[in-house]
């Protein structure tokens, strides 16, 4: 694999993850304009839709000649966002997100079970570190949640669901993701509908209700929803399932500075401690990547016969 395209792949999955960590904000802004949770999630996923919806009539001919499969991958990826932001609604915001950040844990099983690739010591360092991370800052110790309802087991399965989506993604690296991200919009807004339609059908928002939280949300589908999604679908191409799961942790480092400075949280030395451990879990395996590539090149210049 060309090693620039495998570093781009890492920057885009820390920025994809940077991205998520700003998620609360639009959610945040719609919830306080009095839209119950799980109408929301469906607001969330449609604005972004409604903009790709022209983007879709002009990929028309990629996106039938990738036929089931890409469908199937943007029903995954797109079902496990979905799945995720819904598990807020059924349990705490903790629990889910501890729950969904297994993802590192499915994806390097499914890398062995899949691509043959191999569990590293420094793998499994990296995703120790990361939960110890993750329960140092939300405060639970060494207690991490055993799931017990069913927004438990929605967390869960949106963390099995986005390591799936990563696999089938690098088992299909022909596939666009300009088209992946339609796909993951469209499917998610189809699946986000059915489930408030069931779960909240007396709950429909009005139009009135969400455009004081419109001008919010839409400068942040425009200059971060987008974008992020569309890295979010293109790193995961390049790279380990297991990888990508601990590279998006940076969802949790962006949103724990970002909750602190922008709705004033508490953020002391237990956040900054949980923040160094992930932000190291996340840079372990790039790190050593780079110093690896760099030690190969030196002996390969010590090797060449003097001129």
């Known amino acids: 694999m060309n090693s620039s ?21 639009p959610l945040r802004a719609l919830e306080d304009a009095g839209l119950n949770g799980l109408w929301v999630t469906v607001v969330y996923f449609l604005v972004p839709t409604f903009f790709l919806i022209p983007l879709s009539f002009w990929r028309f001919k990629y996106l039938r000649s990738g036929g089931l499969n890409l469908q199937l991958t ?22 889910a997100m501890l729950l969904f950040y297994l993802t590192p844990v499915w994806g390097t099983i499914l890398g062995r079970l899949f691509l043959n690739e191999n569990i590293t010591s420094l793998r499994i360092f990296s995703m120790i570190t990361a939960v110890i991370g993750m329960l140092t800052i939300f405060g639970l110790g060494v207690k991490f949640p055993i799931p017990q309802n069913f927004g438990d087991w929605m967390g869960v399965a949106s963390g099995l669901l986005w ?8 088992l299909n690296q022909n596939a666009s993701a300009i088209d992946m991200t339609i796909g993951f919009f469209m499917w998610g807004t189809i699946f986000a509908i059915l489930i408030a339609l069931t779960a909240a059908p007396s709950l429909i928002p009005s139009i009135p209700q969400v455009i004081p939280a419109f001008p919010i949300l839409l400068i942040f589908v425009v200059l971060f929803i987008l974008p992020g999604t569309l890295a979010s679908l293109w790193g995961p191409k390049f790279l380990n399932p297991g990888l990508v799961g601990l590279l998006f942790m940076t969802e949790i480092v962006v949103g724990s500075i970002s909750v602190a400075l922008l709705a004033g949280e508490p953020f002391g030395y237990r956040e900054v401690i949980g923040i160094i451990l992930i932000s190291s879990a996340s840079m372990f395996e790039p790190v050593m990547s780079i110093l690896k590539k760099n030690n190969n090149i030196k002996l390969q210049d010590n090797q060449r016969p003097e001129m």
């Open 5 to 25: 395209y495998e570093n781009r792949a890492k920057l885009a999955c820390l920025y994809g993850g940077g991205v998520w960590g700003l998620f609360w904000i």
């Open 163 to 170: 390591a799936i989506a990563s696999l089938r993604i690098r």
């Open 74 to 95: 943007g029903m995954i990826s797109g079902g496990a966002l979905m799945l995720y932001a819904t598990s807020i609604v059924y349990t705490d915001v903790v629990r």
